[in-house]
């Protein structure tokens, strides 16, 4: 690695105007150093510069924004004085982005395989008979099932994880010297997540490439980076090696940020940050930390520390960097107790059937049966009243299908979905009555998909109350308002629009519209998945407390498998839309378990660079399942021979409530 800096921001202060001319800054007196070969994490809650900060590194700034003072060059070239031409030969070729909205970088209106050619036209030496080959060279780098079919669908044909690897393989075609990751993985399942981070880890290793990397998933950070840089209100408020920041940090903000993390090893909900990040242009006396931090005294308010460097070589803005250690990382707040007793059934599933797949004219003409195998198959759960259930597998494992379908977005090819124990719900809402639609809700994974930006948080909430209680007028209001103060914002964010609020913000608001309805069973898709770490633990602890209010019934989707441990009661394991697992939380985490199950907890990143996930070096990615049999059968490293390939396996009781559907005796799992 050479010690010569190939990216160097220097005393960066970035701002922008406001309307009545004051100078309002988002990152201040920011510097920072990457070598070839490097890769160095930025970590921070949302609206701390981060992003900000990376896109500088490509001599790119928001609308709005303008750079106050400082420098940023690349491999010795200013990039703050090229001019437009000069900077797009660097973009894309020596410099790559990628960014965490995939779907914003892919073109719609063509195919996936012309975007990819274009991209090695544009960034590469290649000769053109290449192309194709490479396009799909990089198509399985990145994990992509069956690359030929991918080359020839639309950017709307793919799942947002899907998409993610597409922006991904883009970014790689160019082999930049330079690479620059805005939360790359955020929608990745987590097998899929812990090879790309291992494909990229490689990638700066037998490249010499530098990576300036952005995340909210300290387990990300801690498995790709050499060093992490924390920032905090646009200052950096710790720098050091990985090993430092994520094993002792010297300061309290990465304290509790490492607190806010759920963990496989425990059991409890985790702890969130106290308070808010001070809003751009708020008036700072002192440290910017000092009224969420427990160790602030009168010289935190009113005197700003420096970044001062410690003997063990990291940077730190705190004045009390030696009483760290009197802030346990691990502090946990108790999860809700839930009683047992008689079981009430919520919903139920019962034989449950989906498929994506419509038979053509000729195959219905002939009756034959060459129809891919279905989406979803043979799926037959209970929920209970009261419970989370969580919902885990990798991307296309049928987990946000299911969801679709007990909405009635979708509509099942078999099977029943029975409501309250009694009631066969209709497959399309449009055919449910009122009281039926009420008592289900759906939280999505981005709020910004599901907010009307022309409409206010008041009209937003409003829209339940009037359709399913008939609320008008002042009791409206107040009722409106009362549902904020419930998800911890308050009536004052009544006459917001969606886009004054921010991430966590917006999930809180429609967690509060879904529940307006006063619902019975709320379905969560991937709610936390785009959060930083501290508004996660924030919103599930507020999930759990509405839920021992309420006594609602969850079904939880997540890639994050800490996250479902922490919330759950019980966890339901798919692949490919077949049932693997079920059983209460803590006995589907600890062995004996599915094979697949065991895949995927080995695959979880740990904030610990010391901790390498599990991975099968010829683990394959499949499109669809096999037509019968075990449905992981070409995947599993315990496959027992021909049983697997030809017989659907047991359902077989191995403790109390948990049941895992496997060939493998009970005494060998």
């Known amino acids: 690695m050479s010690e010569t800096a190939f990216i160097t921001i220097k005393n960066l202060s970035i701002g922008y105007n406001s309307r009545s001319g004051d100078v309002i800054p988002i990152l201040r007196d920011v510097s920072l150093d990457i070598r070839r070969g490097e890769s160095v994490g930025l970590v921070g809650e949302s609206g701390s510069g ?34 437009r031409d000069d900077l797009q030969r660097i973009r894309g070729g020596q410099i790559a982005l ?39 060279e990089l198509l399985e780098q990145v994990r992509l099932p069956d690359p030929m079919a991918m080359i020839r669908r639309y950017p709307h044909e793919l799942s947002g994880g899907q998409q993610q690897r597409v922006a991904i393989a883009m970014a790689l075609a160019g082999e930049p010297e330079a690479l620059l990751l805005d939360e790359p993985t955020t929608g990745l399942d987590v097998t899929t997540q812990a090879h790309i ?64 993390i759920p963990r496989l090893n425990q059991t409890s909900m985790p702890m969130s940050l106290d308070g808010r990040p001070p809003m751009p242009g708020e008036t700072i006396n002192g440290c910017a930390f000092s009224d969420r931090c427990v160790l602030s005294d009168e010289k935190c308010t ?85 419970e989370t259930l969580g919902l885990v597998g990798e991307s296309g494992s049928g987990k946000s299908t299911i969801l679709k379908a007990i909405a009635g977005l979708i509509s099942p090819k078999a099977g029943k979905i029975i409501l309250d124990g009694t009631i066969e719900l209709s497959a399309r809402v449009e055919d449910r009555d009122a009281m039926n639609l009420r008592k289900i809700q759906l939280i999505f994974q981005n709020p910004d998909d599901s907010l009307n930006p022309r409409h206010t948080v008041g009209q937003i909430l409003a829209q339940p109350l009037r359709l ?33 609020l921010s991430g966590g913000e917006k999930q809180r608001v429609a967690i509060a519209r879904a529940f307006a309805a006063d619902p019975e069973i709320v379905l969560c898709d991937e709610v936390t998945s785009a959060l930083d770490v501290s508004v996660q633990a924030a919103v599930l602890n507020l999930l759990d407390e509405l839920k021992t209010e309420q ?34 939380v803590n006995s589907v985490y600890q062995a004996p378990f599915h094979p697949y199950t065991d895949a995927l907890l080995g695959a979880v990143l740990e904030p610990d660079p010391y901790i390498t996930p599990v991975l099968s070096a010829d683990d394959i990615v499949e499109l669809s399942p096999p037509a019968k049999g075990c449905p992981f059968q070409r995947r599993c490293p315990r496959k027992l021979g021909t049983i697997c ?24 799992l």
Request: hydrophobic share 40%; aromatic share 6%; charged share 20%.
């Open 302 to 386: 009113t005197s700003s520390p420096p970044l001062l460097a410690l003997e063990s070589g990291e940077e730190v803005r705190c004045y009390h960097s030696n009483l760290i250690d009197r802030i346990p990382i691990n502090s946990k707040k108790v999860a809700s107790f839930r009683k047992s007793g008689e079981v009430q059934i919520a919903a139920g599933l019962q034989r449950l059937a989906i498929s994506y797949s419509k038979p053509s004219f000729l195959t219905t003409l002939f009756k034959k049966s060459s129809q891919p195998p279905n989406t979803v198959d043979n799926i037959n759960i209970d929920i209970k009243k009261g």
């Open 645 to 668: 390939e030809t017989e659907t396996p047991p359902g077989r009781q191995i403790g109390l409530g948990h049941i895992i559907n496997c060939h493998i005796p009970n005494n060998e």
């Open 197 to 260: 981070l291992e494909l990229l880890r490689d990638l700066a290793r037998d490249r010499n490439m530098a990576m300036l990397y952005v995340s909210h998933d300290l387990g990300a950070i801690a498995r790709v980076c050499d060093r992490v840089v924390v920032l905090y209100a646009g200052e950096i408020v710790l720098h050091g090696s990985a090993v430092q920041v994520l094993g002792k940090p010297r300061h309290p903000y990465a304290r509790g940020l490492l607190s806010s």
């Open 551 to 584: 006594k609602t019934t969850y079904i939880f989707v997540s890639h994050d498998l800490a996250v479902v441990k922490a919330i759950s009661d019980r966890v339901a394991v798919l692949y490919q839309g077949r049932l693997c697992e079920v059983g209460p």
């Open 50 to 83: 981060k992003s900000t900060l990376a896109l500088a590194g490509l001599g790119y700034f928001k609308r709005g924004l303008r750079v106050l003072d400082g420098s940023v060059h690349f491999n010795e070239t200013d990039m703050l004085a090229l001019g």
């Open 98 to 136: 990628i960014p965490q909205n995939s779907g914003q970088s892919l073109t719609p209106t063509l195919r996936v395989g012309k975007q990819l050619i274009e991209a090695l036209r544009l960034h590469s030496d290649l000769n053109s008979k290449n192309f194709n080959s490479r396009v799909v």
């Open 468 to 500: 399913y209680f008939g609320l008008k007028g002042n009791i409206l209001r107040q009722r409106s308002a009362d549902l904020l103060d419930r998800v911890r914002l308050g009536a004052h964010y009544l006459d917001r629009l969606p886009s004054q």
